[in-house]
């Protein structure tokens, strides 16, 4: 149950920012600048809380770094400067239901990075997604 409670917290949260971003982007801020402020918080947020639980490791193997610095590359700069560019133009409410379909291509870039195979319920998921993308993405 313990895990279940972490997951809806984290969905809450993850339900209110976009409400603060369209806030702050509603400004004028540039997308750029938006997403270096983001940062330094959620970077700050994030040392503050490793030292203070002691879970930063002071050591980890170069594989790992490389893939954490692209992830980071892609996730923490790219994603996000969509994200805010789609937020910028059809708000928050549309912008998120999109941008909930990752798991369709996290499934398929599984299959074909990592020979990861799908279940039946995975696959009726990815078409829920797709009809839900579908019905958000209509022109109102």
Known sequence: MRGEV??????ILWGLVPVIDKIA?????????ANVIRSIGAATTIITLSVLTS????TVDLKTVACLLVGGAIAGAFAVILYFSAIKTIGA???VPITAAYPMFTAI???????ESISLKVAVGIV??????ILVSEIQ
């Open 93 to 95: 409410s549309r912008t």
């Open 55 to 58: 879970q930063l490791q002071t």
């Open 25 to 33: 982007l509603s400004s004028g801020v540039s997308i750029y600048t």
């Open 128 to 133: 829920l997604i797709v009809i839900g993308i």
């Open 6 to 11: 972490f997951a809806i917290a984290a969905a």
């Open 109 to 115: 870039i599984s299959i074909l990075v990592l020979g």
